[in-house]
């Protein structure tokens, strides 16, 4: 349950860090779109604007001075308002201003209908009817620096200029002015503390010797400029503002629709799944139904994981049945080791009453079953068969021919035959109904218990050991036959070993020589001849243990590759020749 | 294991290297059965066999009786250890050795 709302409230966090990313991804993109469109919009705006004042001012100019030069006699004027300032020393022009300064000029401004009068008049018209700062006559005089009035018409409290009235302008300012006179007309934007930024104008007036004679200035305030370009910026913000506000609303919920709204079914199909499993629900659709048709990779997803879920379902199907089938299997398979554990003589002494022998045998499968088997039975009163055998093949196949052939032979043994003739009848008998081609190797000996003569025959198996009383165990390079189940029409030689009393006869299969360690190296019969002389004297029982524990060493880790069969017996004389004797 | 196929005519040369266990046995009795239907002779070259199991030995019963009635069949360069493996198991008596 717990676990549950964990993965809520994180599906949960994911859907708002999704949506808040597209936000956020769409405001940034639009406010610099936004930020970068207003400056170059401004740009163009502005220099647009400020050459539409410029044509205006200009235009303005043109006009005034037309009517100057055409109306009055503006150069003349000019040329006088000159003459009397390059005329008067530093310290009478440092008067400027001053009554008395303006009284030395008084001859050209007191006549109503002169010069002056007409066009002070004139361009006071002109500022009257025109959105313009000033428009005024001066000229420039280059020895002293500075920009003398000749006519100006703006009455602004204590800046009245009157004609002579002059300002300090460096040579820069001049050099700028006039090089802005180059190409065109000389115009340029200054920085006044009194007017702020002004855009001034200037048009040579000229006498008709064509010298210059002073300029008509028009100053057109920036100010216009700026406000406007404010104004601009300030509706373009308010308008960027809310169109990246409806787009990027927009955009969130394009977003939710088309993105985190799938993403989610998505995640709650999944948290479904989990659930419905966990409580074994029989629901198989989840992601099949979802039906999401966005025609992008959520799609894609979603089709992919009900081909998951499809797989999953099946692949679940396929490993019950599979699992099941593992069971029975192992199910049987144990049944079969128990069956083929009880198939061989298992409790000992298995003859309590016969002190004669005395005998002991393991079989250790490599897997649930095995091919290898010992046997030993009474055939008559005085007579113990011996086997020991090991069929080709492992596991349930090498089981089955196993059983087949424990019960051959046994049944042959039973006749009373010699161990030759048992073992020729039992391959006759294998051979008829042998499909496989598997074989069997055996070693089976027919002890005399009165005499303690073993008479054996081999077909294919190992070297017997022997041991003597007193002595060691070696191996006894006996005469082999072929396999049994290899061919047909074989025929078995038999051999004879007298045992006394005390000694010993060890018989095994491969799976004890042939045991292997980690570098593939063989257990061998050096090994398996030293393990059982560590203690030649003692038990059947306690020599196979000995064996087995040497085996065990020296493979360690390794797996068990073969089944591991050994017998031992040992023979302990006939108690009654012996006291007859 | 690895083998190596020579066949001229009707002749066949396996030449085997390495273990021949239940490992390794049946892909050497799919090489077998495949052959043998086509073949009169057929010979099994054993010099870098180093061990044979009872299921390598299996292969050779099969081979061995099969090839009793289509022809002949040898096993060279049999080294001491599988020699040995031989005569334990009586196979001496069916193969030609040589």
């Given at each position: 349950?717990?676990?549950?709302?964990?993965?809520?409230?994180?599906?949960?966090?994911?859907?708002?860090?999704?949506?808040?990313?597209?936000?956020?991804?769409?405001?940034?993109?639009?406010?610099?779109?936004?930020?970068?469109?207003?400056?170059?919009?401004?740009?163009?705006?502005g220099v647009s604007l400020t050459n539409q004042y410029i044509d205006f001012a200009t235009s303005v100019a043109l006009q005034a001075q037309q009517s100057a030069v055409k109306g009055t006699d503006a150069a003349g004027l000019s040329n006088d308002v000159m003459e009397i300032y390059r005329s008067l020393s530093d310290e009478e022009r440092q008067k400027t201003g001053t009554a008395g300064y303006r009284a030395l000029y008084s001859d050209l401004t007191k006549e109503k209908g002169g010069s002056y009068d007409v066009l002070w008049h004139m361009l006071k018209g002109v500022l009257s009817f025109n959105n313009i700062y000033d428009v005024y006559i001066a000229m420039y005089d280059r020895d002293t620096e500075a920009i003398v009035y000749i006519v100006d018409p703006l009455v602004d409290g204590d800046s009245d200029m009157m004609p002579g009235d002059w300002e300090h302008a460096d040579s820069r300012e001049i050099n700028t002015f006039m090089n802005g006179y180059v190409d065109d007309l000389p115009r340029y934007f200054s920085w006044t503390k009194q007017y702020g930024l002004l855009c001034t104008v200037a048009i040579p007036i000229r006498n008709e010797a064509r010298d210059f004679c002073s300029f008509l200035f028009v100053?057109?305030?920036?100010?216009?400029?700026?406000?406007?370009?404010?104004?601009?910026?300030?509706?373009?913000?308010?308008?960027?503002?809310?169109?990246?506000?409806?787009i990027a609303w927009l955009?969130?919920?394009?977003?939710?629709?088309?993105?985190?709204?799938?993403?989610?079914?998505?995640?709650?199909?999944?948290?479904?799944?989990?659930?419905?499993?966990?409580?074994h629900s029989d629901n198989k659709d989840h992601f099949a139904s979802l039906n999401i048709r966005t025609g992008d990779e959520l799609e894609n997803l979603s089709l992919a994981m009900a081909d998951m879920e499809r797989e999953l379902m099946e692949y679940e199907d396929h490993l019950t049945t599979i699992t099941a089938e593992?069971?029975?299997?192992?199910?049987?398979?144990?049944?079969?080791?128990?069956?083929?554990?009880?198939?061989?003589?298992?409790?000992?002494?298995?003859?309590?009453?016969?002190?004669?022998?005395?005998?002991?045998?393991?079989?250790?499968?490599?897997?649930?079953?095995?091919?290898?088997?010992?046997?030993?039975?009474?055939?008559?009163?005085?007579?113990?068969?011996?086997?020991?055998?090991?069929?080709?093949?492992?596991?349930i196949p090498a089981a089955l021919f196993m059983m087949i052939s424990k019960t051959i032979l046994q049944s042959c043994a039973?006749?009373?035959?010699?161990?030759?003739?048992?073992?020729?009848?039992?391959?006759?008998?294998?051979?008829?109904?042998?499909?496989?081609?598997?074989?069997?190797?055996?070693?089976?000996?027919?002890?005399?218990?009165?005499?303690?003569?073993?008479?054996?025959?081999?077909?294919?198996?190992?070297?017997?050991a022997v041991c003597r009383a007193d002595g060691s165990f070696e191996l006894m390079k006996d005469k082999h036959g072929l396999v049994i189940g290899g061919m047909d029409g074989i025929n078995y030689k038999e051999y004879q070993i007298q045992l006394f009393e005390g000694d010993k006869i060890f018989v095994y299969t491969d799976g004890i020589t042939e045991a292997t360690d980690r570098d593939e190296v063989l257990f061998g019969t050096d090994r398996m001849l030293e393990a059982l002389n560590s203690e030649p004297a003692a038990s059947p029982e306690q020599i196979l243990k000995n064996v087995r524990d040497a085996v065990r060493v020296f493979v360690k880790e390794s797996e068990q590759f073969d089944d591991m069969t050994m017998m031992c017996i040992e023979y302990k004389g006939n108690s009654e020749k012996r006291r007859s004797e | 294991m690895t083998i190596e196929k020579a066949l001229?005519?009707?002749?066949?040369?396996?030449?085997?290297?390495?273990?021949?266990?239940?490992?390794?046995?049946?892909?050497?009795?799919?090489?077998?059965?495949?052959?043998?239907?086509?073949?009169?002779?057929?010979?099994?070259?054993?010099?870098?066999?180093?061990?044979?199991?009872?299921?390598?030995?299996?292969?050779?019963?099969?081979?061995?009786?099969?090839?009793?009635?289509?022809?002949?069949m040898k096993v060279i360069n049999v080294n001491n250890d599988i020699m040995e493996i031989f005569e334990v198991t009586g196979f001496t008596d069916i193969l030609t050795i040589g």
């Open positions: 349950m717990n676990k549950d709302t964990n993965e809520k409230s994180r599906s949960g966090k994911k859907q708002l860090s999704i949506s808040r990313k597209a936000l956020i991804t769409t405001l940034m993109s639009c406010i610099i779109f936004g930020l970068v469109s207003q400056i170059i919009a401004l740009a163009f705006y100053d057109v305030s920036a100010k216009e400029i700026i406000y406007s370009m404010l104004r601009f910026s300030l509706q373009y913000t308010l308008a960027l503002l809310i169109v990246t506000l409806l955009g969130t919920r394009r977003i939710r629709r088309t993105l985190v709204a799938p993403i989610n079914r998505i995640a709650k199909a999944a948290q479904e799944y989990v659930k419905d499993r966990q409580e593992k069971e029975r299997i192992g199910t049987e398979l144990m049944l079969a080791t128990k069956i083929q554990a009880a198939m061989l003589p298992h409790s000992f002494p298995p003859f309590p009453d016969r002190n004669e022998f005395d005998i002991y045998a393991t079989m250790e499968p490599a897997r649930e079953v095995g091919g290898d088997f010992y046997d030993f039975f009474l055939i008559d009163e005085d007579h113990l068969g011996l086997v020991m055998a090991d069929v080709s093949g492992k596991g039973m006749l009373g035959r010699s161990s030759a003739e048992i073992l020729s009848k039992t391959n006759e008998a294998i051979c008829s109904k042998n499909q496989a081609d598997m074989f069997v190797t055996v070693w089976f000996g027919i002890l005399e218990i009165s005499t303690g003569i073993v008479t054996a025959a081999n077909a294919g198996h190992e070297y017997p | 001229a005519d009707k002749a066949l040369t396996l030449k085997i290297s390495g273990r021949i266990d239940s490992k390794t046995a049946p892909e050497l009795e799919k090489t077998v059965q495949d052959a043998l239907d086509s073949i009169t002779c057929l010979v099994f070259d054993f010099d870098d066999v180093v061990y044979i199991s009872s299921a390598g030995l299996r292969i050779l019963l099969i081979a061995q009786k099969k090839m009793n009635s289509r022809g002949e």
